[in-house]
């Protein structure tokens, strides 16, 4: 089956240091890759994506490579700040029929940037 | 901001009564699921509903069932609440376009007694 591996957290960085969450997958096909932010108390929001081998996501700084041969998908950020705290999610997206697509979650690495 | 609202938004609940948990969408998404969130296990799909009056298991439903009457609204049934159900439930809607992508709900914090 599919699955997401992430790199345990928690992570704790000083403002402005350079963040790389790391992320690797399972999966049979050609799956899409995502990573979503969680921030307290709210639900998840989608942050990045890419849909095919050698794409790069990008959203507010952030970034990540789809990585075909090393299966991976790792996201990073030149400069953290205070206000990127927040949980961040790892997922794929397999067709799973009926016109569906179902996400398999990483779980889940917990950043803190301290000013 | 995708338009997924959730109730309630608490709950606290005693061991064996029946809970409902009610997602609403003004997207006119096909797809709905629900999902549940537990330290160290990230989220898991409980189901998921690809039209009205169609769905299918996920990975943990045992405990739970769904419906879907209108395009926009899930309901998730905790026939018997136990103190495993204990957890914060996410709703999320799709497409079904693009690359997959959900988009999710504000969550429901759910505490069994």
């Known amino acids: 089956g599919n699955s997401v591996t992430q790199m345990e957290g928690p992570v704790t960085l000083s403002e402005e240091a350079f963040l790389t969450i790391n992320c690797t997958y399972t999966?049979?096909?050609?799956?899409?890759l995502f990573w979503y932010v969680q921030y307290p108390g709210e639900g998840l929001q989608l942050l990045l994506k890419?849909?095919?081998?050698?794409d790069k996501g990008s959203n507010k700084g952030f970034e990540a490579t789809y990585r075909k041969e090393t299966t991976s998908f790792h996201l990073e950020k030149g400069s953290v700040q205070v206000s990127d705290s927040a949980v961040y999610f790892c997922a794929l997206s397999a067709y799973s029929g009926a016109g569906s697509y179902q996400l398999t979650f990483g779980k889940g690495t917990k950043l803190s940037v301290i000013p | 901001d995708a338009g997924i609202t959730q109730s309630p938004r608490h709950k606290v609940t005693e061991t064996g009564t029946p809970v409902t948990l009610r997602c609403h969408q003004t997207e006119n998404h096909r797809y709905m699921y629900w999902y549940r969130q537990d330290p160290g296990h990230g989220l898991r799909l409980i189901h998921y509903s690809y039209g009205v009056k169609d769905t299918d298991k996920g990975e943990v439903s045992d405990g739970y069932s769904v419906s879907r009457s209108k395009t926009e609204d899930f309901l998730l049934t905790l026939e018997s609440a136990t103190s495993s159900q204990t957890s914060v439930y996410f709703c999320?809607?799709?497409?079904?376009?693009?690359?997959?992508?959900?988009?999710f709900g504000p969550g429901t914090r759910l505490t069994v007694t």
């Open positions: 999320a809607i799709s497409s079904g376009q693009g690359a997959g992508e959900q988009y």
């Open positions: 999966a049979t096909g050609y799956p899409s």
């Open positions: 890419a849909t095919k081998a050698d």
